[in-house]
């Protein structure tokens, strides 16, 4: 039984490698928080963000500096690339001049229509899409002053802007309404949907730390996802991105939207606990980042309680004192030393991923 509606039909966009909308699998982005003319810094945090599943990367472009690394940047990495921009729209030129697969402009902050006008043409010339992000935050003065900037008023800044973009003919559009509290983010993606099928790009942002964020954005994302709305997808934490991007695939998963990766189910210790299970968890969930294969495992306090309460897991280790045990779907398989546990249960998912077609 699925909780989620069917999705929305959206028009479907490319960047670079990856479809977005018009039916395509929901694609997890996120954005780097290096600074962009540090090439070697930027390519490594990308390709730690590949690993853990994230599929299109956006960084900053405050300057012509940021702008040119995109061009070596783009030679490093292996997923496209949105180049993110703010007032200056010949940061924007630059960097799809430099290779950039999509624009993020705020064409509020831009200026004048000749400029957001310049930018269009560039973005058709190198055939890569815009993405309008639109933020409570950062509304068009007029807008503001007369509609607030609640759900209605951000819109209403969405339905301004498109018909702008629509009007130099250009039709490569993805947009995002996003606000720092769920209810606005929701409530303007959800008019936002009613009024375009334009793909939505779909998040709480400055959504604040890990406990805040991640919850902000289950909240947020999780239920516009189950209403059918939203093509892809950030998490947005004051944290290491690689977070942002294991909460989205999490959030996916929780959905039975997309799964990829090892689903751990491990149990909140008891006074029947005998091993340090936090730190155990903790370690193998790192450990395991960059599997692909869709693969639960257990990760269970006690020999008692802990094959039984995670029969459907694939693999499971639980602790005992001075032995525990492998599991495999609620069955015992052998006794295992205590030190060892964590060494077997990963070799264990290893042989999973081989046997499943992994590498
Ligand atoms: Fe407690 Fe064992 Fe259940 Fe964990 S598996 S919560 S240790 S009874």
Redesign the pocket.
């Known amino acids: 039984m699925s909780i989620v509606k069917k999705r929305k039909k959206t028009r479907q966009i490319t960047i670079g490698s990856v479809k977005v909308g018009g039916g395509a699998p929901i694609a997890v982005q996120s954005m780097t928080n290096t600074y962009t003319q540090d090439v070697d810094a930027t390519v490594s945090q990308i390709r730690h963000l590949t690993m853990a599943g994230c599929e299109i990367i956006r960084v900053a472009v405050p300057d012509m500096e940021a702008a040119h690394a995109i061009k070596k940047i783009k030679a490093g990495i292996d997923i496209p690339l949105i180049a993110d921009i703010h007032f200056d729209h010949r940061l924007a030129i630059a960097a799809a001049e430099c290779g950039a697969d999509a624009l993020r402009i705020n064409p509020g902050n831009i200026g004048a229509e000749s400029r957001v006008l310049k930018v269009v043409q560039c973005a058709k010339e190198h055939g890569i899409s815009i993405r309008i992000g639109v933020n409570s935050g950062s509304l068009e003065k007029q807008i503001e002053q007369s509609m607030g900037n609640g759900p209605k008023a951000m819109a209403e800044s969405a339905r301004r802007n498109v018909e702008l973009l629509q009007s130099m003919d250009f039709n490569d559009i993805k947009l995002s309404v996003k606000a720092s509290d769920v209810s606005r983010s929701v409530e303007a993606c959800r008019l936002v949907s009613a009024q375009t099928d334009i793909p939505l790009h779909v998040g709480v942002t400055e959504a604040g730390g890990v406990i805040a964020g991640i919850t902000k954005s289950a909240l947020g994302i999780g239920m516009l996802l189950a209403e059918g709305i939203g093509d892809t997808i950030r998490v947005s934490l004051t944290r290491d991105p690689v977070e942002e991007v294991r909460t989205a695939w999490e959030i996916l998963r929780a959905l039975g939207i997309r799964k990829r990766g090892v689903e751990i189910i491990s149990?909140?210790?008891?006074?029947?606990?005998r091993i340090d299970?936090f730190d155990i968890a903790e370690k193998i969930e790192k450990a395991l980042l960059k599997f692909k294969v869709p693969v639960k495992i257990a990760i269970?306090?006690?020999v008692?309680?802990?094959p039984g309460?995670a029969k459907e897991a694939d693999i499971g280790i639980?602790?005992g004192d001075g032995m525990g045990i492998l599991f495999k779907k609620g069955k015992l398989v052998r006794k295992v030393p205590q030190d060892r546990l964590m060494d077997v249960l990963l070799e264990e998912v290893k042989n999973f991923e081989k046997e499943s077609g992994g590498n």
């Not at 149990?267 to 606990?273: F, K, L, N």
């Open positions: 149990c909140p210790t008891c006074g029947r606990c299970l269970m306090g006690c008692v309680n802990g309460e639980a602790g």
